[in-house]
């Protein structure tokens, strides 16, 4: 496969580090394209995705400026996303981050419809319902979508809702919810966008909370 131009270097590196969504003229991402480095969602508004391949190309510019690859996990309190990058809500930013209301809901929706395509390309069998290894990377963002993709609300400033935190354990996260049943509520939405989950409660709060880890099989 013949090395990206610098112009295409760029459009990849800018791409939206959540979703590997990409912006360009259309003649510049249908040659990503061809170049298998992007693939073009079936469903309308046909927005355009980095491939596995195109995501290897975007962490080794990242590496290359000398600079951290994306870290499986971002901290506990993520600073609100930038100006037009997509974030999913992990219930735990200060300010609500982009836009909100029925344009939110849009964002998510096509960012899952671009998750469950990546799934598509990147699972051996072509499992649409099962994690795939960007989940398993992102897994803080990725459980995140998963819930605010269903429908379910996340914590903000005066709202009660869910909360995606990193754990100290491999291939885990978790997720607290105000009552016990937000919490089932969301323990449903994990289980069938493919999480397999556990509640616990801690001795200490005696705060039941889920454990959420991405299904392999």
Same mark, same amino acid.
């Given at each position: 496969m013949r090395p990206p131009t610098a112009v295409q &270097? &760029? *459009? *990849? @590196?800018?791409?939206? !580090?959540?979703?590997? &969504?990409l912006s360009g003229t259309e003649t510049q991402l249908t040659g990503l394209v061809r170049a298998r480095l992007a693939f073009r969602h %079936?469903?309308? !508004?046909?927005?355009?995705?980095l491939t596995p391949a195109g995501h290897r190309v975007r962490e080794e510019g990242v590496r290359d400026e000398g600079t951290a690859p994306p870290t499986? @996990? !971002? %901290?506990?309190?993520p600073s609100p996303a930038p100006s037009g +990058?997509?974030?999913a809500r992990t219930g735990t930013e200060p300010t609500p981050p982009g836009a909100q209301g029925p344009a939110r809901a849009r964002e998510v929706r096509t960012a899952w419809e671009g998750l469950v395509e990546l799934r598509r390309m990147t699972n051996t069998d072509g499992s649409r319902d099962r994690p795939c290894a960007w989940e398993r990377s992102h897994l803080v963002q990725a459980a995140a979508l998963a819930l605010e993709a269903t429908g379910c609300l996340p914590a903000g400033p005066g709202t009660d809702g869910y909360r995606v935190t990193p754990t100290p354990q491999p291939e885990a996260v978790? +997720?607290?919810? %105000?009552?016990?049943?937000? $919490?089932?509520?969301? /323990?449903? /939405? $994990?289980? @069938?966008?493919?999480?397999?989950?556990?509640?616990?409660?801690? %001795? &200490?709060?005696?705060?039941?909370? $889920? $454990?959420?880890?991405p299904r392999r099989t």
């Open positions: &270097r &760029r *459009i *990849i @590196e800018a791409a939206d !580090p959540a979703t590997g &969504r %079936p469903r309308p !508004p046909h927005a355009y995705f499986p @996990e !971002p %901290p506990p309190s +990058v997509f974030a978790a +997720v607290h919810a %105000p009552t016990p049943a937000s $919490l089932h509520t969301c /323990a449903t /939405a $994990l289980n @069938e966008a493919g999480w397999q989950t556990s509640q616990h409660k801690p %001795p &200490r709060t005696n705060t039941p909370y $889920l $454990l959420a880890s």
